[in-house]
């Protein structure tokens, strides 16, 4: 188990279309898109993951950028990137059980106090970049489409 932070863009249902409509161009477009900013909550999470001196760079060593999927790109469905903490990496440093509570524990709870770091390392970052998503989609649209994405 890994803790994650998911941008998810719901209910943009001409976005979507649009995607749809484009085919497998519209698809690649947006797919970078995501997959630029979840590599920017990425960079912007790095300096923020907690960092505990007997171990430095354990969590932080651990995030990483899952590619964006679909869920279907008709109406009232999504397409997500994820940014991860956790998991595998994680498990060979600490052993499943502790990495499991690990990472969650870092990232939730407000209480404990890091000498270099934060809790909400991953979500901190997430709702400053998720604005901007759909916008980095639909540039990346016009720009596979020669500006013509848009109907």
Not at 42 to 61: C, F, R, Y
Not at 88 to 102: D, I, P, T
Request: net charge positive; no cysteine.
């Amino acid at each position: 188990m890994s803790n994650q932070f998911r941008v998810t863009i719901e209910g943009h249902d001409e976005m979507l279309a649009e995607i749809e409509r484009l085919g497998h161009v519209g698809l690649v477009a947006a797919r970078d898109a995501m997959t630029a900013k979840a590599q920017e909550i990425k960079a912007k999470a790095i300096p923020l993951v907690p960092d505990d001196p007997e171990s430095p760079g354990l969590l932080k060593d651990t995030l990483r950028v899952y590619a964006p999927r679909t869920a279907s790109l008709k109406p009232g469905k999504t397409i997500f990137a994820g940014v991860v903490a956790g998991g595998k990496k994680l498990e060979q440093r600490l052993g499943k059980r502790k990495a499991n509570v690990s990472a969650i524990v870092q990232h939730e709870d407000l209480t404990l106090k890091h000498q270099r770091g934060q809790a909400k390392f991953l979500e901190r970052p997430g709702n400053q970049v998720a604005p901007s998503i759909p916008d980095a989609i639909m540039k990346n649209l016009d720009a596979a489409t020669g500006g013509m994405g848009a109907r």
